[in-house]
């Protein structure tokens, strides 16, 4: 089992950065990626970014390359969302994910995932 804790989320104006952070305890993130999705009212829980928790190999969602970066400190068995340049349509509630399985690529689909976190809410106000 592996019990996901985000945090770091709130209000910021269009511009801001917000860096989100999720903890990780019981199994560690050896042998697995980990990732961040967002999930907006009434729609689907979209990829933002993922990282190969051994060989730091990350991937990002189109919407969000250039903009936010993934990161992970493994001392700390944490992994991080930095986000800079947000903008409205990055509102959302911000999941984060582990995969226990053998990934090398980290995975963009929910169902490749398979602990997730409660959620932090991230507003971008105009």
């Known amino acids: 089992q592996v019990q996901l804790v985000e945090s770091g989320g709130g209000l910021v104006q269009v511009g801001g950065s917000l860096r989100l952070s999720c903890v990780a305890s019981?199994?560690?993130?050896?042998?697995?990626?980990a990732g961040w999705f967002r999930q907006a009212p009434g729609k689907e829980r979209e990829f933002v970014a993922g990282?190969?928790?051994?060989?730091?190999?990350?991937a990002y969602g189109d919407s969000v390359k250039g903009r936010f970066t993934i990161s992970r400190d493994i001392s700390k068995n944490t992994v991080y969302l930095q986000m800079d340049s947000l903008k409205p349509e990055d509102t959302a509630i911000y999941y984060c994910a582990a995969d226990v399985r053998l990934t090398v690529v980290p995975g963009k689909r929910p169902s490749q995932y398979d602990y997730w976190g409660q959620g932090t809410q991230v507003t971008v106000s105009s």
């Open positions: 019981g199994r560690t993130f050896s042998s697995s990626a």
């Open positions: 990282v190969n928790w051994r060989t730091g190999i990350t």
